[in-house]
């Protein structure tokens, strides 16, 4: 469920038409919903209830800090990777006790920079980081909360690039070396253990992968408390996929993924911590484009848009399907025909969708991906100096641009040329 949706036959972003940001803006942008950024968090948090918990967005599907403040108004917390996420979240207005630093390569100065600003916990993902934080910690007078990153050695059956919990993964440290690790961690002076960390993978479409890793979760915490360390909370990371064609089998709800943690995990406790960024976001954006041309090939037709894999890269690295709809729409029973859907960029990757149906398409005609909040604007770049694209906020009937699209001197005036050239 979102809210972008047709009335009186033209596509609007909750009570806005897009054709009105279309006309001050320009295409393509990125437009993003407040109300369905607020309910995909409120069921997370729903579905929790019955335990101790806290949401922490992963920022790193979606980073505009507007969106960001939309999710920390209503008490989320948020999971950074870096020290530039950490300083979006503060400028949001996130408190420190509500930030979690994940990432498999923490360097010194991010370290320093989170534990000076405050930080809940650091999710520690290697025997080096660990001595490396406790190192940073003391010579900063301070001790480090600690949870140590586990790999379940679970089969997340997602895409490849996005599975991260089977041996020979570079996450986190294995399963069966944990009580070592925790063993030493518990020796280091400048860390605090307090708990268990794991995230499998993105675009998880069953819960039952989550449920293998967090059963090994459930009997970790027990042995790792017989050890003697103190396991007050988990954090049972992200991952839970999205519908992104509408005829697809729908992924586990939410409700049932709170279900699972508590049948895995609620005997234990401890306070759930979870890290979601797909199911917040993803069907909270979507992608405006425009044709530039309907071109007649050989075989096919081509729409040429003006968007591009720079602006939305999901297809063309992770063979992403996105929905793709007129902002117009078309009349019942309309007729359809195969169009490739193509940006302007000289690489045949460049290509969003093949033989996708579409009704009747002329030069200037208005799309929309649909479910391009999550991993869009955050990959996109400025590939073919084809500047970043604006980001638009819409709260029922108002909208507002949260990130400019950038003039062409504004790119150019990054660039310097050396005195001796
Ligand atoms: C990417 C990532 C997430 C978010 O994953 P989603 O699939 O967007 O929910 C959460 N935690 C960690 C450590 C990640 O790397």
Redo the contacts with the bound molecule.
């Keep these: 469920m979102d809210h972008f949706q047709y009335k009186n036959g033209v596509l609007h972003a909750e009570d806005v038409a897009l054709a009105d940001i279309v006309a001050q803006v320009g295409t393509p942008f990125y437009c993003y919903s407040t109300a369905t950024l607020t309910r995909h968090y409120q069921l997370f948090t729903e579905a929790l209830s019955p335990m101790p918990h806290l949401v922490c967005f992963?920022i790193?599907?979606l980073s505009n800090i507007a969106v960001l403040k939309v999710l920390a108004d209503l008490g989320a917390g948020m999971?950074v990777?870096s020290a530039g996420e950490y300083a979006r979240a503060r400028a949001a207005g996130v408190p420190g006790d509500r930030i979690v630093f994940?990432?498999v390569g923490k360097t010194r100065d991010e370290m320093r920079m989170a534990l000076t600003g405050g930080i809940r916990q650091f999710?520690v993902e290697s025997e080096p980081e660990m001595r490396a934080l406790s190192q940073v910690a003391t010579a900063l007078g301070k001790v480090a909360p600690i949870t140590i990153?586990v790999n379940p050695d679970v089969d997340a059956k997602t895409h490849e690039k996005?599975s991260?919990g089977k041996k020979g993964d570079k996450?986190g440290i294995p399963i069966s070396r944990a009580r070592e690790v925790y063993a030493e961690a518990a020796t280091l002076p400048g860390l605090k253990i307090i708990g268990i960390?794991v995230?499998i993978?993105?675009?998880?479409t069953s819960l039952d992968p989550f449920e293998a890793a967090y059963l090994k979760i459930a009997d970790l915490t027990q042995q790792l408390r017989a050890d003697g360390h103190t396991i007050d909370r988990l954090d049972l990371?992200?991952?839970?996929?999205i519908p992104y064609a509408r005829d697809n089998n729908a992924p586990p709800l939410p409700s049932d993924y709170g279900a699972m943690v508590k049948r895995t995990v609620g005997h234990l406790g401890c306070e759930i911590e979870i890290?979601?960024?797909?199911?917040?976001?993803?069907n909270a954006g979507i992608l405006v484009s425009q044709v530039i041309y309907v071109k007649n090939g050989d075989d096919r037709d081509f729409l040429i848009i003006d968007a591009a894999m720079n602006d939305l890269i999901r297809p063309a690295m992770y063979g992403s399907h996105h929905d793709i709809i007129p902002l117009n729409e078309p009349p019942a029973g309309a007729d359809q025909q195969p169009f490739d859907i193509v940006g302007p960029i000289c690489e045949s990757g460049d290509t969003f969708a093949k033989s996708r149906n579409l009704p009747e398409m002329t030069e200037g005609a208005l799309i929309a991906f649909r479910s391009a909040g999550?991993?869009g604007a955050v990959m996109s770049s400025e590939y073919n100096s084809r500047p970043l694209i604006p980001e638009v906020l819409v709260r029922g009937d108002h909208f507002a641009v949260i990130r400019a699209r950038p003039t062409l001197d504004e790119m150019l005036a990054r660039d310097t040329i050396p005195e001796w050239l």
């Excluded at 993978?201 to 998880?204: D, I, M, P, V, Y």
């Design positions: 992963a790193k599907s999971d990777v994940s990432g999710n990153r996005i991260t996450f960390d995230h993978g993105s675009q998880l990371g992200g991952g839970l996929g890290e979601p960024g797909r199911l917040i976001s993803g999550a991993y």
